[in-house]
Antibody
């Protein structure tokens, strides 16, 4: 059974940093690209970042580029999101999701999602 | 990258059909057949319902179907059921390793 479990969320002050984790199980984690997606209160889903299967290629949405860093440890089946210079508008539930492609390149089809972890940026 | 445009809400009675549109540009929806649709119920994780414009993952009822014409994609839900009440989001590959989401549509089954 495929599982994605996010953790690391919480309340943080503006300007501070936070690292999220996503523990994967039930599939060959190292063979799949992975995404982070968020949903802010009262708003819709927003794509945050992607990391290719080997961790060498990473791309970001406009609103987080330069502040957030995605990484992965395939030996630990874990995906990470390091968030710095946090802003109130970063308040959201953060989801990790698996890209369905098993090829070297993603297809941007998110076929499995975790339940999310809530990040609140507030003073 | 601008978000794709969806109507904020849609509704229908049980048994009816409803169509949710998703309008992008020639740089995203119009350029690629990587349009997907996700269902999100309150407090739950999003669920993939349609991918590559019109394909359904296993386990998704055939009441859900997708299409695309030009820069606009559509999700059609036929034979509405109360369990279909949820938020629905479209996505499209936007080029340059970028994924674009629609603003979301809240579907109400009257």
């Amino acid at each position: 059974q495929l599982h994605l479990v996010e953790s690391g969320g919480g309340v943080v002050q503006p300007g501070r940093s936070l690292r999220l984790s996503c523990a994967a199980s039930g599939f060959s984690f190292g063979s799949y690209p992975m995404h982070w997606v968020r949903r802010s209160p009262g708003k819709g889903l927003e794509w945050v970042a992607i990391i290719f299967y080997d961790g060498d290629n990473k791309f970001y949405g406009d609103s987080v580029r330069g502040r957030f860093t995605v990484s992965r440890d395939n030996s630990k089946n874990t995906l990470y999101l390091q968030m710095t210079s946090l802003r109130p508008e970063d308040t959201a539930v953060y989801y990790c999701a698996r890209d369905s492609s098993q090829l070297p390149y993603p297809n941007y089809i998110l076929d499995s999602w975790g339940q999310g972890t809530l990040v609140t940026v507030s003073s | 990258q601008s978000a794709l445009t969806q109507p904020p809400s849609a509704s229908g009675s049980p048994g009816q059909s409803v169509t949710i549109s998703c309008t992008g540009t020639s740089n995203d929806v119009g350029a690629y057949n990587y349009v997907s649709w996700y269902q999100q119920r309150p407090g739950k994780a999003p669920k993939l319902m349609v991918y590559e414009v019109s394909k359904r993952p296993s386990g998704v009822p055939d009441r859900f179907s997708g299409s695309k014409y030009g820069n606009t994609a559509s999700l059609i839900v036929s034979g509405l059921q109360t369990e279909d009440e949820a938020d629905y989001y479209c996505t499209s590959y936007g080029g340059r390793n970028n994924l674009v989401f629609g603003g979301g549509t809240t579907l109400t089954v009257l």
